[in-house]
């Protein structure tokens, strides 16, 4: 299976932007569909974009839609994560998460996890 690793997280201020990046290594990125999955302190995970194995479905939660873009290129085996418009509930720690399944946005069908990169939107 793939392993992933996140980067691109840090602080920034209300209504700043961030991209984050989780780059896959292993066999067969493109047979996954991707998430990202984030996770704030004492809260339950949330999925906030998940995007299928070839790109052609995207799917947002309520919370980013309109804010957060999920893209992915299997050739560079990569997905991203591009956020405009932060705001302080966005803080949380992300996560890039993968399954050789249907895209969802329910965090636990995923089963493969990165190790997270913590984002933090300051007011």
């Known amino acids: 299976q793939v392993q992933l690793v996140e980067s691109g997280g840090g602080l920034v201020q209300v209504g700043g932007s961030l991209r984050l990046s989780c780059r896959a290594s292993?066999?067969?990125?493109?047979?996954?569909?991707m998430a990202w999955i984030r996770q704030a302190p004492g809260k339950e995970r949330e999925a906030v974009a998940a995007?299928?194995?070839?790109?052609?479905?995207?799917l947002y939660a309520d919370s980013v839609k309109g804010r957060f873009t999920i893209s992915r290129d299997n050739a560079k085996d990569t997905v991203e994560l591009q956020m405009n418009s932060l705001k302080p509930e966005d803080t949380a720690v992300y996560y890039c998460?993968?399954?050789?399944?249907?895209?969802?946005?329910?965090?636990?069908?995923?089963?493969?996890w990165g190790q997270g990169t913590q984002v933090t939107v300051a007011s």
């Open positions: 995007i299928s194995r070839i790109g052609g479905t995207r």
């Open positions: 292993g066999r067969s990125f493109s047979s996954y569909a």
């Open positions: 998460a993968g399954r050789r399944s249907a895209e969802t946005l329910k965090a636990a069908f995923y089963d493969v």
